[in-house]
Structures are given as C-alpha cells and as structure tokens.
C-alpha cells in the first residue's frame, strides 16, 4: 500500500518529533561553556539554571563499602564486611538535602547539599548529577558511597613520649540511620574516661539536630546536651540553639612537660541563642545575619595542689559566673571550593574562599545572677583565596574578651595562615603559622608549646605562657599504592617551629624546632580517623626534658 504524499510527509514529521522528544528525554542540555566553578557538575547544573529547568525525580543511590563489580575489590572480607554492614537508608540522606521535586534548579543549592553529604562520616564519596531531562525537567541522581561506620576501636597515639588511648564502640551510621552511638573507654596524658554519646543531625527527620555526652573521668565527669537548628543553607531564614554543660576535672598546669600544680575544678554553662537572616544576594553570594545570645557559665576550684615544687609559681584562682545577654552580627560568603588531598587522604574536602566575619558583644551582671560586672566581646574572621601554581591560602582570626574594672581580662586573640599548593603531581605543600595570646587570663586560658601543641619533637605541654608564635612545613605525599583496598600509602616530611613568652623563668623562651619524616596512611574505606602518621621527630634545640627523638603515631592533624 503507497501512502498519499501529503500524508507521507506527515508521518515522516511526526517520527521526526517523536524521535526529537525521545532524544530530548534522555539527553541534558550541554554546557555552552566550561565552567570555571570549583566543584564537578557545576558547568551542566549552571547551564540547566539558565534555561529554567526543575527539579524531577530524585533517585538516591547508595554504594555499599566496598564495590563487589571490581575485581579487584571481589575478595571475602570484602563480601563479609558488605553483609555485615547495614547500608544507609535512602532517607537519611533525602533528609540532608535542600531540594525537592518540583523546585527550580538552583546551582548553589545542589552545591550546599553536595557540601552537607561530604560533611557526613558515614559516606566515603558523594555526588549529586543530572540525569534526564525532559520538558524543561530535570532528573537528579544522589549517588553516595557508604564508609564501614561499626568500630571496635582499640586506638593509640604516641606523641611527646606519651600515649593516648581509647577502647571504644562507635557506630556513625547506627542500623544505617544517619545517627551515630559510641559507647568506651579513653585515656590521654591528662586523665581517663568511661562515656556514651549520641547525635542526631536530622532530628525526626527535620533539619534540628541534637547530641548529647556522658562521661565518668577518671577525675570528675562531664554532662553536654546541645540542640537546635542551624542556618544549613545560605537563604535559612533563622536559627536556634540552646545547649548545656557540666563538668568537673582537675585544671592541670605544666611545665617543662611536667605537671607542676593541679586543681579540682567545676564548669557549669547554660547557653542560648537565637538568630535571622537579614538578607542573601544571590548574585554576589554573600548574606547578613543578626541575633541574640545568653550564656551563663559558671567556675568554681579546689583546693590548688603541688606536683613538682619550684617548677612553676603558684596559679591565681578566682572563682566567678559570668551571666548576661548580647547581641550577634554576622556577614558570609559562598565561595567553597572543593578539593581532595589536602588535609586528609582520598577524601573531599570544602573550603569556603569568601569572607566570613562574627561580631558579639553584651554585658555580663549581676541582675542576671552573675557575679562579675563587664562587657564582653568578640570578633571573628576567615577569608580564602586561589593563587597560582594550583594553591589555595587560607586566612583566620579572632579575638574575644571582658572588660572588667576598666582593663581588659582573658583577651585572647588568633591570627593563622595556611597555604596548600597541588602543583606537583601526588604532592600537596603545606605552609601554617599562626599567633596566639592572651591577657590577663582566666586559668583556663593559658596557651602551651610542646607535641601536641605543635611541636612534634617535644614533649606534651612543653612550655606554658600567654604569648606565642609557630610555624609549619610540611610535603605530604600520596601515591596510588592500595593495601587490600583498605588503605592507601602516602609518606610525610615536616619541620616544626615555635616560640613562647614563657610564665617561668618570665621572658620569651628559645625558638625550638625540629624535623620529622614518615608515612601517612589513609584507611579509604572507614568513616573514622581517615589519615594516620607514623613518624619520627627529632628536636634541633637542646632543652631540659627533652629527648633525642619522639615516636609520632596517630591521626595528629590539624590543619
């Protein structure tokens, strides 16, 4: 049978369409242009936003811990740890994310969502792209990877010639529900401790989020429960959070790596706040936010005990509640950037390379049932930036104190600068320093300088003071050797500096530095401890105390 050749040529274009829409189903627009954007799928959710699409089906797709497909990951503790491990149910990450169906496409939302799956432990890897597109539609495919959250962990650190241990139970991801439960046992250079913790990023399913710690130490106990909501998108309209704390340790005072006094010591504190969103520009990313706070904290002391006589002269102890209301300003940018091999080893990692800049101030009294009568203060602030040969620098400070009977008491102050540098191939270059100081400050407050305080060749608390200065390099080096698909191996080579205005003998210490070298070893399958150190650190600078070398072992990072 012929067809006519008007119907013909109706038929041809009506397969021609039917052709155009199927095509039109399945395919999302190309970027007209690459993006310039620091995160993967940027180019194509920018191009979507621009020709008005929305928000489909929302697919959420989790990899379990290990992806069996891969034969190299087929082996049988691989199948075991994937049966004994309870996959995160697809609703706990539909909970973290700030769109719906239905919803325009906006870039920087999907980013904020990206941004809040890469902050969870329970996932190695996530990613949220377009999949289908049809009738100015879009489909999105949330694709995340489960890290093994169950662990028996039996932890130890060796730093500064002392360990730290911990024997604990913990599971980020209980019975795949998002929520975390830890249940153990630690000890570090200053005390032991039998606790349980809980937290809850999306309490009933909201964006409220709630933890709370019990823990039995070896010299007291520590009470903490935290609730609220925060601002979890730039556009939130308000936030609040209110949270307790009781603990009761001994206040320990060193020198030399030396306990020299101690003392009982109570913490009690009550805080509440609350805050809006004055406005968001969209176009420049950048917002303005305002609030009020109350905090009411309150210190008591023991009896002050001496260790090491003639090592240190004897704290002042003042006992105080400082109580009051104040009020909280706040101007942000969003202008993350997403990178790997920075910090840690095979993991994403957002860094905001906008401003951002906190103002509080109040005043405690005596009509809130405080007995100290002062202002308070604070101010902080970060910025970053790219620079070339593929590096980032990062910028921070803060100061906050009192004003009490006309002279500023426990000022503390902050300034730190660090630079990561991905020119090299498998290298990642680190340059940190930092200032710290305080006046007249509480018995808290007191700054250290020693192993974990930055200088890995020295003992732990090495030198007290209220002034100092420090100074990191470090070459941290990845290659792309795996071990059982558990971890991969990575090598480190650092040196360290460092200066205190020292408490006793009074004046600015000797600069101590020194050099280390070793491996970093990245467990790429755990949700814990991510990058570990084995290292060794010798100190340049002869000093009482101090040894030939310190045995570094740990995750000792902290930047």
């Given amino acids: 049978m012929r067809l006519p050749g008007g119907c013909l040529q109706v038929v041809l274009l009506a397969l021609a369409l039917l052709a155009s829409g199927l095509v039109q189903a399945g395919t999302c627009p190309a970027p007209l242009t690459s993006s310039a954007n620091p995160w993967q799928d940027a180019a194509d959710w920018d191009e979507l936003a621009a020709r008005g699409y929305r928000i489909g089906q929302v697919h959420i797709f989790v990899d379990n811990v290990f992806e069996l497909s891969d034969p190299q990951q087929d082996t049988w503790y691989a199948r075991l740890a994937n049966k004994l491990h309870i996959e995160t149910h697809p609703r706990a990450i539909r909970e973290q994310l700030l769109f719906k169906s239905g919803d325009p496409v906006d870039p920087l939302i999907i980013y904020e969502s990206e941004r809040r799956l890469h902050a969870l432990l329970y996932l190695r890897a996530s990613s949220i792209r377009p999949e289908n597109c ?5 489909d999105v495919n949330v694709q995340v990877k489960d890290a093994w959250t169950l662990k028996l962990d039996i932890a130890f650190a060796h730093i500064g010639g002392q360990n730290t241990l911990q024997f604990e139970a913990t599971d980020d991801n209980f019975l795949g529900t998002g ?82 006094w101690y003392t009982p010591s109570t913490q009690d504190q009550r805080y509440l706040s609350w805050a809006h969103l004055l406005y968001w520009d969209a176009a420049d990313s950048s917002g303005m936010r305002a609030g009020i706070l109350y905090n009411d904290i309150d210190y008591g002391y023991g009896q002050l005990q001496e260790q ?13 509640r400082l109580a009051g209301l104040g009020l909280s300003w706040e101007y942000f940018q969003d202008q993350y950037a997403s990178f790997t091999n920075m910090v840690y080893i095979d993991r994403t990692e957002d860094y905001n390379l906008g401003w951002q800049l906190d103002l509080q101030a109040g005043h405690y009294g005596g009509g809130f049932g405080g007995s100290v009568s002062a202002p308070f203060y604070g101010v902080t602030a970060s910025w970053g930036t790219r620079l070339p040969a593929d590096s980032i620098l990062l910028a921070s400070a803060y100061a906050d104190g009192r004003q009490q009977d006309g002279v500023s008491h426990n000022l503390q102050t902050n300034l730190a600068l660090t630079s990561y540098t991905q020119y090299f191939p498998w290298q990642t270059l680190v340059g940190h320093v930092q200032w710290d100081s305080v006046l007249r400050p509480d018995p808290e407050s007191y700054l250290y300088l020693g192993g974990l305080q930055g200088l890995r060749g020295y003992p732990n608390y090495y030198a007290i003071g209220d002034r100092r200065w420090q100074a990191t390099f470090e070459d941290r080096i990845v290659t792309p050797v795996q071990i059982l698909n558990l971890f991969q191996l990575g090598f480190v080579g650092y040196a360290d500096a460092g200066q205190i205005h020292q408490l006793s003998p009074s004046g600015w210490s000797p600069t101590y530095s020194d050099v280390g070298l070793g491996f970093r070893i990245g467990s790429i399958r755990s949700a814990y401890d991510n990058t570990f150190y084995f290292t060794i650190a010798w100190p340049l600078k002869n000093a009482p105390g101090v040894s030939g070398h310190e045995i570094v072992i740990g995750n000792i990072i902290s930047f």
């Avoid at 049809?134 to 879009?138: E, F, G, N, R, S």
């Avoid at 090491?308 to 105080?320: I, N, S």
């Fill in 179 to 260: 929520k975390a439960l830890s249940i153990g046992h630690t000890s570090d250079p200053q005390r032991s401790a039998n606790l349980v913790s809980y937290k809850d990023p999306s309490l009933f399913g909201s964006y409220w989020n709630l933890a709370a710690t019990y823990a039995d130490l070896s010299d007291g106990h520590l009470k903490y429960v935290t609730a609220g909501q925060p601002f979890y998108a730039d556009q939130t309209p308000w936030s609040v959070a209110a949270s307790f704390y009781d603990q009761e340790e001994n206040l320990n005072f060193y020198n030399q790596g030396t306990l020299a």
């Fill in 134 to 138: 049809h009738d100015h539609v879009v």
């Fill in 308 to 320: 090491t006589p003639g090592l240190l002269p004897p704290p002042a102890l003042a006992p105080r």
